[in-house]
């Protein structure tokens, strides 16, 4: 299958900083109340613990691995004293977080070993669930992407999840993301335009030919794979089909019209000015590409698994240290706490590029940022769980910009902190989101002996 050249048809670049202001402008929704967007960001591990500044309030500090959020403070709440659902010590501690970080229930013990037994999703994840009442008519109802890191190995990647053992995969590939992204969003040309007609046509072809070929390639290794990898790669396929179907039928019934200079972008011009190193540069090219697709209305819900705790522990200028007891995993931490808050920092930039009503993009798109361990890694505990929002929400719902340190109890020990009911919950944190987008009708989320309603503090 011929792979056709996008630069023939999509443009020369527009400058060394990507993509130029004036297009951003022209994406830009100037006008009218704009929809509220969410993102769940993952990054493994845990993170080396000053993160934790103890100065709670709009006054706040920030740690030596979070300064890169300085131009954002009054954009970024640190919540300090949550955790996840009870699922008992008996699964991974890296994977049964990483299965429900999206879900409010423990996650379903498989059986087997792995460090501890192996786990599925118990439920219908938060970002399927929000997607369904706020991105049922937006192109991508909802998208899940990945960072350079093709690791799958025993659902280290597995935070979104379709229904109880029903795994949606990130999208590693970038050209694969960007056209599912935008496949069929370009909008019709005027016939009497006979280039523009041909440049769509062009789109179109390039948009099959790579969605095609991933079906072709998944295809052609089904009868290798045992039931595991099976299902792993039909989850793959379920995020590929429907983006196939609508670069073959560019015109969906969605009363979607996207603006004009959204059918302009190209993978060349999302790349310009990225960094050379191949690992930083794949990172914010997604990221690029997620800020377009949200400004441009193709999507209003996206989970960002930027790597697995299996694949990608040794960063640039790191040390692969993680399960050292010593000063070596607190260097180690602090290398790639560093380089993944630099890469989600570079998100926020894209989305604070993009005007927007009487603010920008990222003050109407909320991101939830969370790892799968906390409060001293290395011990693989779920003690106050690093967990940031950014961003904000139309009408300024959310109460950005400071420090919210929450009552935690510890208990005798780490499994009766899991199990205390009293201790707040990633997923209230979620369904406090939810409350303030306007959705209140999440009654089938979470476990109701870990909901004790809204988290007031992050409420204005």
Request: aromatic residues 8%; hydrophobic residues 40%; contains cysteine.
């Given at each position: 299958?011929?792979?056709?050249?996008?630069?023939?048809?999509?443009?020369?670049?527009?400058?060394?900083?990507?993509?130029?202001a004036?297009?951003?402008?022209?994406i830009?929704?100037?006008?009218?109340?704009?929809?509220?967007?969410?993102?769940?960001?993952?990054?493994?591990?845990?993170?080396?613990p000053?993160?934790?500044?103890?100065?709670?309030?709009?006054?706040?500090?920030?740690?030596?691995?979070?300064?890169?959020?300085?131009?954002?403070?009054?954009?970024?709440?640190?919540?300090?004293?949550?955790?996840?659902?009870?699922?008992?010590?008996?699964i991974?501690?890296h994977?049964?977080?990483?299965?429900?970080?999206?879900?409010?229930?423990?996650?379903?013990?498989?059986?087997?070993?792995?460090?501890?037994?192996?786990?599925?999703?118990a439920?219908?994840?938060?970002?399927?669930?929000?997607?369904?009442?706020?991105?049922?008519k937006?192109?991508?109802?909802?998208?899940?992407?990945?960072?350079?890191?093709?690791?799958?190995?025993?659902?280290?990647?597995?935070?979104?999840?379709?229904?109880?053992?029903?795994?949606?995969?990130?999208?590693?590939?970038?050209?694969?993301?960007?056209?599912a992204?935008?496949?069929g969003?370009?909008?019709q040309?005027?016939?009497?335009?006979?280039?523009?007609?041909?440049a769509?046509r062009?789109?179109?072809?390039?948009?099959?030919?790579?969605?095609?070929?991933?079906?072709?390639?998944?295809?052609?290794?089904?009868?290798?794979?045992?039931?595991?990898?099976?299902?792993?790669?039909?989850?793959?396929?379920?995020?590929?089909?429907?983006?196939?179907?609508?670069?073959?039928?560019?015109a969906p019934?969605?009363?979607?019209?996207?603006?004009?200079?959204?059918?302009?972008?190209?993978?060349?011009?999302?790349?310009?000015?990225?960094?050379?190193?191949?690992y930083?540069?794949?990172?914010?090219?997604?990221?690029?590409?997620?800020?377009?697709?949200?400004?441009?209305?193709?999507?209003?819900?996206?989970?960002?698994?930027?790597?697995?705790?299996l694949?990608?522990?040794?960063?640039?200028?790191?040390?692969?240290a993680?399960?050292?007891?010593?000063?070596?995993a607190?260097?180690h931490?602090?290398?790639f706490?560093?380089?993944?808050?630099?890469?989600?920092a570079?998100?926020?930039?894209?989305l604070?590029?993009?005007?927007e009503?009487?603010?920008?993009?990222?003050?109407?798109?909320?991101?939830?940022?969370?790892?799968?361990?906390?409060?001293?890694?290395v011990?693989h505990?779920?003690?106050?769980h690093?967990?940031?929002?950014?961003?904000?929400?139309p009408?300024?719902?959310?109460?950005?910009?400071?420090y919210?340190?929450?009552?935690?109890?510890?208990?005798p020990?780490?499994?009766?902190?899991?199990?205390?009911?009293?201790?707040?919950?990633?997923?209230?944190?979620?369904?406090?989101?939810a409350?303030?987008i306007?959705?209140?009708?999440?009654?089938?989320?979470?476990?109701?002996q870990?909901?004790?309603?809204?988290?007031?503090?992050i409420?204005?």
């Amino acid at each position: 299958m011929r792979v056709l050249s996008r630069r023939h048809f999509l443009g020369a670049g527009l400058g060394v900083m990507g993509l130029a202001a004036a297009q951003q402008r022209a994406i830009a929704q100037a006008n009218g109340v704009a929809p509220s967007r969410f993102v769940f960001i993952y990054t493994p591990a845990g993170r080396e613990p000053s993160w934790r500044t103890d100065t709670p309030g709009p006054n706040y500090t920030l740690g030596p691995t979070m300064r890169m959020f300085e131009p954002f403070k009054d954009k970024l709440i640190v919540l300090d004293g949550v955790t996840v659902p009870n699922f008992g010590y008996e699964i991974n501690a890296h994977l049964g977080p990483v299965h429900c970080l999206l879900g409010g229930k423990a996650p379903l013990n498989e059986g087997g070993e792995f460090g501890g037994n192996l786990c599925s999703g118990a439920q219908r994840t938060f970002d399927h669930l929000l997607a369904d009442r706020i991105g049922a008519k937006s192109p991508v109802r909802s998208i899940v992407l990945g960072g350079l890191d093709t690791n799958h190995k025993n659902g280290s990647q597995s935070l979104s999840w379709t229904g109880p053992r029903q795994v949606q995969l990130p999208l590693h590939e970038t050209d694969k993301t960007f056209a599912a992204l935008f496949a069929g969003n370009s909008g019709q040309p005027l016939p009497s335009d006979p280039a523009a007609v041909e440049a769509q046509r062009l789109r179109q072809a390039w948009q099959k030919d790579v969605l095609g070929l991933a079906q072709l390639q998944t295809s052609s290794l089904k009868a290798e794979l045992g039931r595991s990898e099976l299902q792993h790669l039909q989850a793959y396929e379920a995020n590929l089909n429907e983006a196939f179907l609508r670069a073959s039928d560019p015109a969906p019934d969605i009363g979607f019209l996207p603006p004009a200079a959204c059918g302009d972008l190209s993978l060349e011009k999302l790349q310009e000015g990225l960094p050379t190193e191949a690992y930083a540069r794949h990172h914010d090219l997604q990221s690029r590409s997620l800020a377009a697709a949200l400004a441009c209305g193709c999507t209003r819900v996206a989970t960002y698994v930027m790597a697995s705790h299996l694949g990608a522990m040794t960063v640039p200028g790191g040390v692969s240290a993680h399960h050292h007891h010593d000063d070596k995993a607190i260097d180690h931490y602090r290398a790639f706490d560093r380089y993944y808050g630099d890469r989600v920092a570079f998100l926020l930039q894209q989305l604070a590029s993009y005007p927007e009503g009487d603010g920008t993009l990222l003050d109407h798109t909320i991101i939830v940022w969370s790892t799968d361990i906390s409060w001293t890694p290395v011990e693989h505990d779920h003690d106050r769980h690093p967990l940031y929002l950014l961003g904000g929400l139309p009408e300024n719902k959310l109460k950005m910009g400071q420090y919210v340190k929450l009552p935690f109890n510890l208990g005798p020990n780490r499994v009766d902190a899991l199990k205390n009911p009293s201790n707040r919950r990633v997923h209230e944190v979620l369904l406090t989101i939810a409350g303030a987008i306007g959705i209140t009708d999440l009654n089938d989320f979470a476990d109701p002996q870990y909901v004790q309603g809204p988290i007031a503090e992050i409420l204005t």
